[in-house]
């Protein structure tokens, strides 16, 4: 196991005893034992992962700029994204609209794009507060676009 791959490894190694985890009463409607094992993680550890690539690391509009380019410009980043859509990959979906937000926060497209993602991920999410947040954020998204 490599450290940066220490905090993610940490939630099938911390599940809730079989007794808690049956009770109905304690699922994770709201909070996770994945949030809380990440938490108490970063706690401990801090924000470094082991990664030293990570150390200073690009800005996120840097980052996205050099990713959109790579993968073949704009136009193509959402294309890809929609595609992620439609195989019910919501979460690859809404970080490739991200990397569009991330330089133009006003392209109509990657909005709507992220904001079906989410909507896709909030429809899958017991836990209330991500439901919520997922849901919220995708209703910020769509406020104020053009009409289709």
Not at 64 to 72: D, E, H, K, S, Y
Not at 90 to 111: F, I, Q
Not at 114 to 135: D, F, G, H, M, S
Request: net charge positive.
């Amino acid at each position: 196991m490599t450290p940066s791959s220490r905090c993610w490894a940490l939630r099938p190694l911390v599940p809730l005893p079989p007794s808690l985890a049956a009770n109905p009463f304690l699922q994770e409607f709201y909070g996770s034992v994945e949030w809380t094992v990440r938490g108490i993680y970063a706690d401990q550890v801090g924000w470094f992962d082991g990664n030293a690539a990570k150390l200073f690391p690009l800005p996120e509009k840097a980052r996205a700029t050099r990713l959109v380019a790579l993968i073949g410009g704009v136009d193509r980043v959402v294309e890809r994204g929609r595609a992620a859509l439609a195989a019910n990959d919501s979460t690859w979906a809404a970080e490739l609209a991200d990397y569009v937000l991330a330089n133009d926060p006003a392209h109509v497209e990657a909005r709507r794009l992220k904001a079906a993602a989410l909507t896709a991920l909030a429809e899958r999410q017991v836990n209330t507060i991500a439901r919520n947040y997922y849901l919220t954020t995708a209703q910020f998204l769509l406020k104020d676009l053009p009409p289709r």
